[in-house]
């Protein structure tokens, strides 16, 4: 073992401006963003589609598709500053924030943003566990019949799942996890096409399309809000990618320019998330109608072909393997640079012992970085461990961030970044645009919160 005594430091072979190496393509962004969009909240679109109907779910996921594409389009721009092809780079949403909006701004965004992080990682921890526990549970019901009494705990599933993520967390940062990304966004494809032709197969199988006009009825009309509330929760946690678009962005080739790059990586994955999310949500329902399941994949009535199943589930576990990467590595990378900061003379924070294994490249350790990101790790679990609920969860969490982070940040940079001037009809197109997605997230916020609320207590 040899010990470097200096910190990890970029390639002296850099891409322009900082330093550092950026390799990234308009696929490799591609699958950075369809790794972060499509995950846990796929799932859910099925019973978000059977709470709002046949007509205002639809129309909702299309909305969330288009509000996500117009937040995209705004915050890429944002990247480099004042300029967005030659102006000086914000590596991070925070950065962004700081420069255009200033520090009170910035201490709000960091706050939603990295409680956003973390939430979505308990989320994935939750997500993953039930997926595990679905492929015990349906080999169960293949052996022993529909009728046994096939029932697992969380618990174990989650430990499993953390334990695999501090091995994974020692990923260096961002740029060394494109392979990662690539057979993620792979895996969501894979899992989402499955969802679709189960869903299809049943409508087939019934010989009829179940559901109505108005979704699932109701005892009264409170009950019926606050579930419809719930649902959109569910679909704003589903599409956007805001908190970290900026944080993909920097991964980039600065030829072409960053923005543009992103600008169609973000159409070409929004349309492919937006038709995936149709078909999920769509033919959910119409399989399942009024009965139709939380998590459409560890539901009732999916036993068969269970071998699908398992596959189906198995395709969501490594998806979520990297997910929870692509929402980690943003708050290791900001918590290690600013530990190296406060603390520039620490062995424990800055020095890297560097392993030379037979026949594989050195291994640089960092002894911070593995107590700091195992403890993360080890939290996450543990709140999953706490509130174990799916659906409930995706909507706080997505209801939460959704207007702060995905709208009013981006919309205001964009005001600072291309000087609108007040009351000129883009400035009230955009003004309008972020008060409505205010209330809908307010709405979202309140039914989500009661649905956990009702969940964790009732």
Known sequence: MAVDHSPELPNSSCDDDDGQIRTGTLWSCTAHIITAVIGAGVLSLAWSTSQLGWIAGPVAL?????????????????????????????????????????????????????????????????????????????NCYHKEGHDAPCAYGDTTYMLIFGAFQI???????????EWLSIVAAIMSFTYSFIGFGLGFAKVIENGTIKGSLTGVPASNIADKLWLAFQALGDIAFAYPYSIILLEIQDTLKSTPPENKTMKKASIFAILITTFFYLCCGCFGYAAFGNDTPGNLLTGFGFYEPFWLVDFANACIVLHLVGGYQIFSQPVFAFFERWFTQKYPNSVFVNKFFTFKLPSLPPLKVNLFRICFRTVYVVSTTAIAMIFPYFNQVLGVLGAFNFWPLAIYFPVEMYFVQKKIIPWTRKWIVLRTFSIICLFITIAGLIGSIEGLISARFG
């Open 62 to 138: 299309f909305c969330f598709a288009f509000i996500t594409y117009v937040s995209a389009f705004l915050l890429a721009d944002c990247y480099r500053s004042p300029d967005p092809v030659k102006g000086i780079r914000n590596r991070t949403y925070m950065d962004a924030v700081r420069l255009n909006l200033g520090e009170i701004h910035t201490w709000f965004c960091g706050l939603l943003q990295y409680l956003s992080f973390y939430g979505t990682a308990i989320a994935y921890v939750i997500t993953t566990s039930t997926s595990m526990r679905a492929i015990q549970k349906s």
């Open 167 to 177: 091995f994974v967390s020692q990923i260096p940062d961002f740029h060394n996890m």
